[in-house]
Nanobody, 127 residues
C-alpha cells in the first residue's frame, strides 16, 4: 500500500504558474509509475500526465503539452507537476496517482491502470 498527499494548489491568474507536489509514503516509491489526473466541475476525471518508474519516460495529454512538466524525486519520494501558462480551462481538482505492477518504462494513462489515489488539491485559474 502507498499513501499519497498532494499540495501546492491555489488561485492563480491566467498565464501564471503553479507547482503541485505529491508526497508518497509506504511501499517502495520506485515500484510505482506516478501520474496526475484532474476533474473540473461537472466533468469526468481526466488524465493529465504520467512518469515511468525509472523517471525517464513521460506522457502528457495533448492539452497540456508544452505547458506542464511532470518529474519525480526519488530521495524525497515526491512527484511534481510544474504548470505554466495556465488557462481558465485548467481549473480543476488535481489528483496524484500511483500505478504498480507495470514495467519499468510504462507511462500509464487509463484510469483503470492506477491503484492508489491522493485526496486532491484545488487549482483555480482566474481570467
Amino acid at each position: 500500500q502507498v499513501q499519497l498527499v498532494e499540495s501546492g494548489g491555489g488561485l492563480v491568474q491566467a498565464g501564471g504558474s503553479l507547482r503541485l507536489s505529491c508526497a508518497a509514503s509506504g511501499r517502495t516509491f520506485s515500484n510505482y509509475a506516478m501520474g496526475w489526473f484532474r476533474q473540473a466541475p461537472g466533468k469526468e476525471r481526466e488524465f493529465v500526465a504520467s512518469i515511468s518508474r525509472d523517471g525517464i519516460s513521460t506522457y502528457y495529454v495533448d492539452s497540456v503539452k508544452g505547458r506542464f512538466t511532470i518529474s519525480r524525486d526519488f530521495a524525497k519520494k515526491t512527484v511534481f507537476l510544474q504548470m505554466s501558462n495556465l488557462r481558465s480551462d485548467d481549473t480543476a481538482v488535481y489528483y496524484c496517482a500511483a500505478a504498480g505492477s507495470l514495467s519499468y518504462y510504462s507511462t500509464p494513462s487509463e484510469e483503470s491502470e492506477w491503484d492508489h489515489w491522493g485526496q486532491g488539491t484545488q487549482v483555480t485559474v482566474s481570467s
